[in-house]
């Protein structure tokens, strides 16, 4: 058995290296350099349920506003009757105090928030918690206690994630029936916006959340918070479209492009693929003559460096030290201090053949138990095929190594421990025929090693064809959108990375050809993992080019694939449901990181549904977001 | 040939076997009937020479098959183990003994019945005393060396006394309190005075061997 753990699962490793390979050309995406400020002081409030998902909305806002994010509160709002109590972060219950002074501290940070003069309220109500009309008709009007515990004043808006799915439609209808009944019957709400988002899109079509999933997949949620609450002197028409009485609730359409760095990713490790698959055939069928393999073993005429290493860590320590000698029996009280001047022939005439006895015992013997038991045997074999791995490169290795060379190989090493020891002091002699005697009993080791090299070396190749084999059919996947357009150009950067790359490390050894033994399938994969990371590195001012700037080195025409990815077939893609026809959007805002010459390239593309879209800045380089807002009255309900 | 073991009955037994001074040395004396020849086998001090153990009659039958072991041949079986089948003649022309080594081991005898080709071993049970264990004895001497009128000498002066004829290099060793070894004792040590840098602790590997000290 060579390998000391269980192997990786290559279809599982194979797509976790293609994540990992992906998030990390993500990670190496660019600092985002100009964060947005949040306007108000908020909070975010999930009301009966959802507050665990907190952390995915949390990092889209930070994505935006950076550290910022981390100053907005969130709640979990939990009903007793009519009684409203909230717990914190942490899960605890809070006092009215505590929540006051929660409150206070925000608005004591006023390098954080740029206008103090009320607080925002976000209520997530996720309807996949909801059972009835009466249930969610309490959740509805339990804001008006929620607002009496933060004691200030206030701006809030309901965001009600409805869950459409077959088992939660019946509760859902009930939600929309109560909001419309209410509407009609107070024309306003108990908040200052109602937002509904779907699961059942304008098209028809639905997917199946789980609780407190209704919009886990995608930045909406969080983009509806930031456009209400980011500080900015485009800020007051776009909340003007947000809130404002006059309508029943507010829905949004939502697209996105987002540079396709996985797929870049890919197009990297397939370079890598393809070169190892190169390095590799080129060494096939080149197996390794008499001076190679001593070489690689390190074998001189005169010693044999591990087999001394083994020596001193496994046998040396098991032998008597030299003071032993002084306790042989001699034959004159003279020589007793003549013992350690002896050979050991000498010694022996002199202890009437007690010393060679002793010899025998203590360590020939010693030396027995540990080379011909099992244990020691199998320590020298790891010991010796770890030295092949790591000092021949292993497709050198897959066809073996000839019986003849092997023979002769270890001639040599025998040799090195066939020496003359006839004159030597007592306690060295022992050590050198111990020595020879040690290293003719390890001659099974040495056979097995060379045999166990052999197969290992034709499992990793196997390992790796299984690994590369893996690869090809996972990149295929995933080509259509941005990838596709953009696939040529980026294919050839990486190409010229790669070329790069290889002439810079010319010369270098090629760690890859070397088996450093245990699970292989993972060390393949770590491997290239390792390799795709230098490149990343060293090329990150060309990888981490913004989307805007990889279509249009890429000669894309921007009309046209904006038109594809981000505006057709919008209006099927609104997040509600209705028999009725929907308004004209209120809003068009384009999301992306701040670019005079991407608003100049939107304004001029025929996507563009309103007449002057709104542009925000998000930060992000590697994403342009598309929403489409709208106002909507109670019939849609 | 044929080798066969049947228990011992009125007719064919072998009991008290005990050992006797004889001349300069010991032999071994039983009491036996029904026999034709006495088989004697030889063993370590304390080895259960039973018949019944097994692969003792295996070994006997398979000497006896080979040839190597015959009436009036001694033959060694195994290892420490060895035989001798003294025809009933010479039992009775040795006064019903059989002189053995100063030596410690075990000895049984067995009652053999040889007819033309074939050979029938008699089994005894416990009540016969058909073995007997021996022991012997090494008188060690360790003294301090003198210290001499010019000279500081340390050490120790070790002497054992036992026959090396019947001796194992290695059977008898001794340690000292500064040395975790074992050093062996050879037979051309023994009856000789050596000298050992610290003071000498003599023991015995075979338990049939008493270590006495003779100062």
Not at chain 1, 349 to 360: A, K, M, P, Q, V
Not at chain 1, 476 to 481: D, I, L, P, Q, R
Not at chain 1, 487 to 494: F, G, N, P, Q
Not at chain 1, 552 to 575: F, Q, T, Y
Request: with cysteine; hydrophobic share 40%.
């Amino acid at each position: 058995m060579i390998r000391s753990s269980e192997p990786a699962d290559v279809s599982e490793g194979v797509r976790k290296l293609i994540a990992k390979a992906g998030e990390f050309m993500q990670e190496k995406q660019g600092v985002v350099t100009d964060y947005g400020t949040p306007c108000h002081p908020s909070c975010i409030v999930y009301m009966g349920g959802g507050a665990e998902q907190h952390g995915v909305l949390q990092k889209d806002i930070g994505h935006v506003w950076g550290g910022n994010a981390e100053y907005i509160r969130f709640y979990q709002m939990e009903l007793s009757g009519e009684d409203v109590s909230l717990r914190g972060a942490d899960g605890a219950a809070l006092s009215e105090e505590e929540i006051h002074a929660e409150t206070d501290e925000m608005f004591s940070q006023t390098d954080i928030f740029s206008s103090m003069n009320r607080l925002n309220l976000f209520f997530i109500l996720d309807t996949s918690y909801i059972e009835n009309a009466e249930s969610f008709e309490i959740w509805y009007k339990s804001v008006v206690a929620a607002k009496r515990l933060f004691a200030t004043v206030s701006r809030t808006a309901l965001i009600l994630l409805l869950n459409e799915s077959i088992n939660q439609r019946s509760a859902a209808k009930s939600c929309r029936q109560f909001l419309k009944k209410y509407w009609e019957e107070n024309n306003k709400h108990l908040y200052d916006s109602v937002f509904i988002l779907s699961s059942r899109l304008s098209s028809g079509a639905s997917f199946t959340p789980k609780p407190g999933e209704v919009c886990r997949d995608h930045n909406l949620l969080a983009d509806i918070i930031l456009l209400a609450n980011t500080s900015g002197p485009e800020l007051q028409p776009r909340v003007g479209t947000l809130y404002g009485g006059g309508v029943a609730f507010i829905t949004a359409a939502y697209s996105s492009m987002q540079k396709p760095t996985e797929g870049i990713a890919k197009l990297i490790l397939s370079r890598i693929f393809e070169y190892l698959e190169e390095e590799k055939e080129k060494l096939k069928n080149t197996s390794l003559g008499e001076e190679e393999l001593l070489s690689a073993l390190e074998v001189s005429p005169t010693k044999f460096g591990i087999f001394e290493d083994f020596y001193k860590s496994a046998i040396a320590p098991a032998l008597p030290d030299g003071d032993c000698l002084n306790y042989l029996p001699v034959q004159s009280a003279a020589a007793l201090s003549k013992i350690q001047g002896m050979s050991f022939d000498e010694l022996n005439r002199e202890t009437l053949g007690s010393w060679e006895n002793f010899y025998h015992e203590n360590f020939l013997q010693v030396s027995k138990e540990i080379f011909e038991g099992g244990d020691g045997q199998e320590a020298f074999k790891n010991r010796l095929k770890k030295q092949l791995f790591g000092k021949v490169k292993y497709p050198r290795l897959m066809d073996g190594i000839k019986d003849k060379i092997c023979e002769d190989v270890f001639k040599n090493i025998c040799r090195a421990y066939q020496q003359n020891s006839g004159s030597a002091k007592a306690l060295r002699s022992a050590g050198i025929r111990l020595r020879e005697k040690a290293v003719s009993a390890l001659k099974p080791a040495y056979k097995s090693a060379l045999e166990e090299a052999r197969s290992g070396a034709q499992e990793y190749e196997s390992c790796f064809e299984s690994v590369y084999g893996e690869f090809a059919k996972v990149k295929s996947v995933g080509k259509a959108g941005v990838f596709q357009a953009l696939e040529a150009y980026y294919s050839k950067i990486a190409d010229n990375l790669f070329r790069a790359y290889i002439f810079e490390n010319a010369g270098q050894e090629n760690r890859f050809l070397y088996i450093k033994s245990g699970d292989f399938a993972q060390e393949i994969l770590d491997y290239i993992f390792s390799l795709f990371k230098e490149i990343v590195e060293a090329n990150r001012s060309i990888l981490s080019q913004s989307l805007y700037n990889g279509l249009r080195a890429a000669n894309i025409n921007a009309g046209e694939l904006i038109e594809n990815e981000l505006v057709s077939g919008i209006r099927d893609k609104i997040r509600f449901s209705s028999n009725f026809a929907f308004p004209d959007p209120a809003a068009q805002i384009y999301m992306f990181s701040s670019n005079a010459a991407l608003v100049e390239w939107l304004n001029k593309s025929r996507g563009n549904i309103v007449a002057s879209p709104d542009y925000f800045s998000s930060g992000r380089q590697d994403l342009i977001e598309m929403i489409l807002i709208y106002r909507c009255d109670a019939n849609l309900l | 040939m044929t080798v066969k073991f049947r228990s011992v009955d009125d007719n064919h037994y072998v009991m008290n076997v005990s050992v006797s001074e004889s001349g300069p040395g010991q032999a071994l004396k039983w009491e036996g009937r029904g026999a034709s020849h006495f088989a004697i086998i030889k063993g370590r001090y304390g080895q259960n020479l039973d018949l019944a153990e097994e692969g003792l009659q295996e070994k006997i039958a398979g000497a006896l098959e080979s040839g190597k072991f015959a009436p009036g041949k001694q033959v060694k079986l195994d290892g420490a183990l060895g035989a001798y089948l003294m025809p009933y003649a010479e039992y009775i022309q040795k006064n019903a003994k059989y002189d053995i080594p100063t030596q410690s081991s075990s000895y049984a005898v067995f009652s053999c019945s040889h007819v033309g080709d074939d050979y029938v071993f008699f089994v005894p049970n416990r009540a016969c005393n058909y073995q007997i264990n021996i022991s012997a004895a090494a008188d060690v001497r360790v003294s301090p060396l003198k210290t001499g009128f010019f000279k500081k000498l340390s050490g120790y002066t070790i002497e054992i006394a036992f026959d090396e004829k019947v001796y194992s290099d290695g059977v008898f060793y001794y340690t000292v309190s500064r040395s975790a070894c074992k050093y062996p004792v050879t037979a051309a040590m023994l009856n000789k005075k050596l000298y050992v840098a610290a003071e000498p602790k003599v023991f015995s590997a075979d338990s049939g061997i008493e270590i006495r000290s003779a100062n």
